[in-house]
């Protein structure tokens, strides 16, 4: 369950009359747990990648997909991912569906034409700067949707800290997310190591764990705590489920991603007026505004970032104002139900035709 993952649900559960999801997963695990919890029908399949080397074994997974789709009465294509858009790409031309993919991370141009991205009726990106990272010609510009919790009350909040270990009056700082190497953990850790916070106490949780790497990122991250002597100021608290709701714990955000196509934990903070300090890079100057709900910094700038750190752990109160700011730009632009409207407005546009030709009617 990366973000990728959060934000189909988000967009699944908020989707307008008539469009009703179904989704298809190919595995059991958390995704379509959660998908069930939330009363979604789920369908179980597979997908491969389609090998022009194998046209025979292809055109068979096509008109398998193809069935599939005819079977479950399936109007539209959203797929959530390029890396399995040929097959069901394919299976949406032969049965004459419309159909779309989401792009939320940073591909080769040519590997997503390999996987027939051009067949779609349309591409769909969650910022700008992934769109021109990527040099794609068209495609509309979506930001994800994030749920907008009730703000975590005091009585709330003293729970969540206590249950890190946080003492009264630390400064917690947090960064969320996977730990791997492109979301700059490093960087966060070298930053603190020869911060001056000016007797404030501080504190960093690192929620999350590495996935892609078997965990060696992030048990080169553990020994690198020992080595800068940071090990009664940083705990790894690993995967959580209830990633968001800790946001509510912290009084500071860290965000020093190496590269970021969208920045949606931006969001997630801001929904609980928590600020953040996050790197100039991809889309998250689209999502936070220097000086307004955070503070940005040059990607990789260890010196910066620690200056960063430092002003705001020193400034409870403009902390508190940007907080405040920050919620009300997440509620404005980043709602989920916004998000689905958006969507929903895109699949009203590219299912028109298909209509006018004699398709069936969502």
């Not at 764990?209 to 800068?228: K, S």
């Not at 509510?248 to 860290?254: S, T, V």
């Not at 960063?308 to 403009?318: C, H, K, Q, Y």
Request: net charge neutral; hydrophobic share 45%.
């Amino acid at each position: 369950m990366a973000g990728g993952e959060v934000s189909l649900l988000t967009l699944a559960r908020h989707l307008p009359s008539p469009w009703v999801p179904v989704l298809w997963v190919t595995e059991e695990g958390e995704l379509a747990e959660r998908a069930a919890s939330l009363g979604m029908e789920c369908v179980r399949g597979s997908w491969e990648f389609l090998s022009p080397r194998r046209p025979l074994h292809a055109a068979a997974r096509v008109r398998k997909t193809a069935q599939a789709l005819g079977h479950h009465a399936i109007d539209l294509v959203h797929v959530n991912s390029p890396v399995e858009a040929s097959e069901f790409l394919a299976g949406a031309v032969l049965t004459r569906r419309p159909a779309l993919v989401h792009v939320r991370i940073a591909y080769e141009r040519a590997f997503l034409r390999a996987q027939g991205l051009d067949l779609a009726d349309e591409v769909i990106f969650n910022s700008r700067a992934l769109r021109a990272e990527i040099g794609w010609a068209k495609g509309a510009v979506v930001p994800n949707g994030v749920e907008l919790p009730t703000i975590a009350d005091d009585s709330a909040r003293r729970t969540l800290r206590a249950e890190l270990g946080v003492s009264e009056g630390e400064c917690l700082l947090g960064q969320v997310g996977q730990v791997i190497e492109a979301k700059g953990v490093d960087l966060s850790l070298r930053a603190l190591a020869g911060m001056d916070s000016d007797g404030v106490p501080w504190r960093l949780v690192v929620v999350g764990d590495d996935h892609q790497n078997e965990g060696a990122y992030r048990r080169r991250m553990e020994t690198l705590v020992q080595e800068l002597g940071l090990q009664d100021r940083v705990h790894f608290t690993g995967y959580r489920r209830d990633a968001q709701a800790l946001m509510g714990a912290l009084d500071l955000l860290l965000c020093p991603s190496r590269a970021e196509p969208f920045g949606r934990v931006l969001i997630e903070a801001m929904s609980q007026r928590v600020p953040a300090i996050a790197a100039r890079v991809g889309g998250i100057p689209e999502v936070l505004v220097h000086g307004s709900e955070g503070l940005l910094v040059p990607a990789g700038d260890v010196t910066a970032l620690r200056g960063a750190i430092t002003a705001l752990v020193r400034d409870p109160e403009r902390r508190a104002r940007m907080g405040a700011r920050g919620r009300g730009r997440a509620e404005e632009l980043f709602s989920a139900r916004a998000h689905a409207e958006s969507i929903a407005a895109i699949y009203e546009r590219v299912s028109a035709p298909y209509l006018r030709c004699g398709g069936e009617e969502a």
